[in-house]
């Protein structure tokens, strides 16, 4: 177990030093505190749980907002399910099936999932879909849905 928290450590420090490279040449991404980040408060990682599943959305130091609306330090909730590559940091974040647009502000969802093993992840997108310039992304978890 040590082993993987150590790979996961240099995953995240790799990720960080590469992705707000990519969010800046477009121009498109937004500046973010430096505190910012977002969690999955529930359900937790490796619980088991039944559809519908309710996902409950956590931030600090970041207000939420809807889609549309230019605010400083703020921005809406993308939810990427099973996604097993990350989408262009640079770019508006496609909608679909695996990555679904909370674009009303919204903080929570009922999310519906076949039995077995799921992956949850949260990416903050900028009022136009955009993530931050340093993107502002959850850990990812692993649900069972019995």
Known sequence: MKKYSIIAS????????????AADHTGLSSAVS????VWIQSPVDMQEVSSPIVVVFGSE???????????ENSGHHHLM?????LPAMDMPLPGSAQLIHFGKGQTETLLE?????HSLQ???GN???VPHSRPVMSEKITILVK
């Open 61 to 71: 130091s970041v207000s939420i907002s809807p889609a549309g609306v230019e605010r």
């Open 113 to 117: 999932l076949e039995p077995g093993l």
């Open 10 to 21: 240099l995953v995240t420090m790799f990720l960080s030093a590469a992705l707000p490279v």
């Open 127 to 129: 009022h136009i879909h």
């Open 122 to 124: 949260l990416l903050l």
């Open 81 to 85: 399910v099973d996604l097993d590559k």
């Open 34 to 37: 430096a505190e910012a980040r």
